[in-house]
């Protein structure tokens, strides 16, 4: 009987260091992907938003029900990891760091998959690939997240952290971050509101979503201020949640970084070029567009 039992831990220990092998990969591969492909994004349009396709067609889908879908997909992965993988939690885990840092991944995603997608007057139609993209890259993610939060290297580094100002600080900047990015978007709803009262949706001959310059608070300085709070919000989330990865060589910086960094440095990387196409957008269709205004990073760029 104890030979069987043996065999039996035996193989559940091998299934949990494949399911480890498999995570190790996992993030050194979403370290490598963005940076090769993300650029790609300066010279092309991701048919969506201001750049959907003209032309009706059955790989157009609907902006509002395909966004909720693709971003539903990372909560659900989140708890799926979280409570299902190698590390599963356990009820031993409440009122740690990991609670808080859980309720906030949350958070985000039911304001992004939920709450603002049913505020939003109308969006946009989008090419169903930008769509199994996300889904993909939400899948993975999420199920990344998951896993990181309840591993022994979260729990190693969140033991200490309820005394660390770095958590706090972390926490702080997701809230900053977080009110932001839902501020400047209330801005731009804003003018699809207005645009939608006065009968103004579609008007353009390529049947798309009216669009203005959006003016306040950030958009004084830059175009994608929603853009730069939520990396703001994740690089606060990050800095409270994982250790900082090594910098050099690079086989330690995959070996070391963390899903919450892989998370942030997949954002930008994807998102810079998305935000540098509409600048040169609203300046095309705009020609009072301010010429002060940078796309992304007050000041800089």
């Known amino acids: 009987m104890y030979r069987e039992l043996d065999v039996l831990v035996q193989g559940f220990h091998y299934d949990d260091m494949q399911s480890e092998s ?24 991701a048919p969506f938003g201001r750049f959907a396709p003209s032309n009706d067609s059955i790989f157009v889908v609907d902006g509002i029900k395909s966004w909720i879908i693709m971003e539903l997909v990372s ?12 590390w599963a939690a356990s009820s031993s885990a409440i009122f ?31 090419h169903i690939a930008v769509a199994l993209f996300a889904v993909v890259f939400n899948l993975v993610n999420g199920t990344l997240m998951g896993i ?14 309820f005394s660390r100002p770095s958590f706090w600080a972390g926490i702080i900047l997701w809230a900053c971050g977080f009110a ?30 009216h669009y203005a310059i959006p003016h306040g608070y ?38 070391t970084v963390q899903p919450p960094w892989l998370f942030l440095w997949a954002e930008v990387l994807f998102m810079i070029s998305r935000a540098y196409r509409g600048h040169q957008w609203y300046h095309k269709n705009f020609p009072e567009y301010p010429k002060e205004r940078k796309a992304v990073v007050p000041f800089i760029f």
């Open 22 to 45: 498999l995570y190790d990969a996992t993030r050194k591969w979403c370290f490598l992907i963005p940076p090769i492909f993300g650029p790609f994004q300066f010279f092309i349009d």
């Open 75 to 86: 909560p659900i992965s989140f708890i799926a990891a979280l409570y299902r993988g190698p």
């Open 96 to 126: 740690t760091p990991q609670v808080i840092l859980t309720s906030l991944f949350i958070v985000h995603y039911l304001n992004r998959a939920i709450i603002s997608p049913l505020r939003t007057p109308s969006r946009s139609k989008s």
């Open 148 to 161: 990181y939060l309840s591993s022994p290297t979260a729990s190693a580094f969140l033991a200490g952290a």
């Open 180 to 209: 932001g990015n839902i501020l400047h978007d209330e801005v731009l709803l804003d003018i699809r509101r207005k645009s939608k009262a006065k009968g103004k949706r579609n008007e353009n001959k390529l049947g798309k979503e």
């Open 218 to 255: 950030l958009y004084r300085y830059i175009s994608y201020p929603n853009y730069f709070c939520e990396w703001s919000e994740w690089f606060g989330y990050a800095l409270a949640a994982a250790p900082l990865p090594a910098l050099m060589p690079l086989t330690e910086t995959m070996r």
